[in-house]
């Protein structure tokens, strides 16, 4: 069996009084694609952070490739691979695609400026374009200001800063918080030919939407959570949608009950 990518067990998030997560087990493979469904307030949220390290857990263990982790803050996350893509996307509008898909990993001209910090443009704009083909990606020119971009456009810079960036590590996970919450029919076709080359690549992937038919389209399992618990997960060929919308409403039990 394939180690997995991320792993996530017995994990309780309580706010308050408020269990949010209760006893969640979870896991995502390289180059799988797991669809997290539920209701509002299911908990979707909740998990993506203790995934991302935003949050900590109260209870539960991080595996990432089989090793135990501990998350104070998304950065060590990100150092072991894990990257959110968060719903306001985090782009820096006045800046065109390849800054934005380098921000924070400027590329410094190498030689005698090198240690003045001078971000090397030409370079950069190389290097994005090289990204972006291989993910089979054509937006817009490179020096086009994110701020004259499509909805759906700027979701694909997202994803595709992502992607690149847990390229960087050996098989990294990607987790999505509704990336199709505000695209239209187009543009959410073109982002789930995107999710997939990624997984195609080996990156694993975690996407929360409420999105039914994107589900179907990109995931290979679902996982369901209701009222901070897990009460499905099941591979997606097969899975019958009355049972899945029973799963997400709360009146099909769950699939783990004893
Ligand atoms: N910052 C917070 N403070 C208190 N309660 C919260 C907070 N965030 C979420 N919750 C509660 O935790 C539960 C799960 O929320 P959330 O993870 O946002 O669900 P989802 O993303 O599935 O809609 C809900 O009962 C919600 O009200
Ligand atoms: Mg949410």
Redesign the pocket.
């Known amino acids: 069996m394939t180690t997995p990518a991320l792993e996530l067990s017995g994990i309780e998030m309580h706010?308050?009084f408020?269990r949010?997560l209760d006893g969640i087990d979870f896991h995502v493979k390289p180059g799988e694609v797991v669809g997290l469904l539920?209701d509002?307030?299911?908990?979707?949220?909740?998990l993506l952070k203790v995934m991302s390290g935003a949050h900590q857990p109260s209870h539960g263990s991080i595996r990432v490739q089989g090793q135990a982790q501990t998350f104070s803050a998304p950065r060590d996350a990100a150092a072991a691979g894990i990257q959110m893509v968060y719903q306001d996307l985090s782009l820096v509008d006045a800046q065109d695609i390849a800054t934005n898909l380098n921000l924070g990993q400027e590329t410094l001209r190498k030689g005698a400026l090198g240690w003045l910090g001078f971000v090397d443009r030409k370079a950069m704009r190389r290097s994005s374009e090289r990204e972006l083909d291989r993910l089979g990606v054509r937006t817009a020119p490179m020096t086009r200001p994110v701020e004259m971009l499509s909805g759906g456009q700027r979701q694909v810079v997202a994803l595709a800063r992502s992607a690149i960036r847990v390229n960087g590590e050996s098989q990294g996970v990607l987790l999505l918080d509704e990336p199709t919450a505000a695209l239209g029919y187009e543009q959410t076709k073109n982002v789930e030919g995107l999710i997939r080359r990624m997984a195609d690549q080996g990156i694993a992937i975690v996407v929360v939407t409420h999105d039914l038919p994107l589900c179907y389209e990109v995931a290979d399992r679902l996982v369901i959570?209701n009222r901070g618990r897990k009460v499905a997960d099941l591979p997606t060929a097969g899975a019958d949608r009355d049972h899945v919308v029973g799963w997400i409403t709360g009146s099909r039990p769950s699939m783990f009950a004893a």
């Open positions: 706010y308050g408020v949010a539920g509002n307030g299911a908990g979707k949220s909740t959570l």
